[in-house]
């Protein structure tokens, strides 16, 4: 078993949508409904964003929301903002009480 | 508040042993949830290392349970890693992490320590 595949870079213009794809197996990710997702500053402890697929913590904002298709989790950030630049992480439950993260996504926003 | 804070020598002689704890303030581990470790090769992408229940049970990350070991000790309310004969691949930011449970199966990590770097060299 391997990281879960993400794309390297997503980018966006302020305002704009974007959506980062997180794909695992029928093992991990299609088994269970136990994605999060992380954000991670540089030089920062990643920050929890999304859990339980689709589910946010208290106090992060409803701009990033979550979801899942078979294999493939998601997470959008709607109305891309400056500080929302950071690198971004999925995490799947894979059974047994083990996890598998994503190999990450660097946002840029333009 | 839940807070976490990894503590530990900051290099580490290859094939010797990396000894990390985690001191948790603000929550009591004897009380649940699971407790985790990871970490974070310089540039690099993260790696769940392995996770303890409160209990004492541990779950390790198969490509590393040949050499790592995870303890708790409730009454410091701390918990600690130990990865045996390191190398230079083993250079990493360690972190330390709170599991977030549904029931009792370990979901996400939703309180993290700040991460100290560990460099594994001569």
């Known amino acids: 078993q391997s990281a879960l595949t993400q794309p390297a870079s997503v980018s966006g213009s302020p305002g704009q949508s974007i959506t980062i794809s997180c794909t695992g197996t029928?093992?991990?990710?299609?088994?269970?409904?136990?994605v999060s997702w992380y954000q991670q500053h540089p030089g920062k402890a990643p920050k929890l964003m999304i859990y339980e697929v689709s589910k946010r913590p208290s106090g992060v904002s409803n701009r990033f929301s979550g979801s899942k298709s078979g294999n493939t989790a998601s997470l959008t950030i709607s109305g891309l903002q400056a500080e929302d630049e950071a690198d971004y992480y999925c995490c799947s439950y894979a059974g047994s009480s083990t996890f598998y993260f994503g190999t990450g996504t660097k946002v840029t926003v333009l | 508040q839940v807070q976490l804070q990894e503590s530990g020598p900051g290099l580490v002689k290859p094939s010797e042993t990396l000894s990390l704890t985690c001191a948790v303030s603000g929550y009591s581990i004897s009380s649940g949830y699971y407790w985790g470790w990871i970490r974070q090769p310089p540039g690099k992408g993260l790696e769940w290392i392995g996770s303890?229940?409160?209990?004492?049970?541990?779950y390790y990350n198969p490509s590393l349970k040949s050499r790592v070991t995870i303890s708790v000790d409730t009454s410091k309310n701390q918990f600690s890693l130990k990865l045996s004969s390191v190398t230079a691949a083993d250079t990493a930011v360690y972190y330390c992490?709170?599991?977030?449970?549904?029931?009792?199966?370990?979901?996400?990590?939703?309180?993290w320590g700040q991460g100290t770097l560990v460099t594994v060299s001569s």
């Open positions: 992490a709170r599991v977030g449970i549904v029931v009792v199966t370990a979901t996400h990590f939703d309180y």
């Open positions: 029928s093992s991990d990710v299609g088994s269970y409904n136990l």
């Open positions: 303890i229940y409160h209990s004492g049970s541990t």
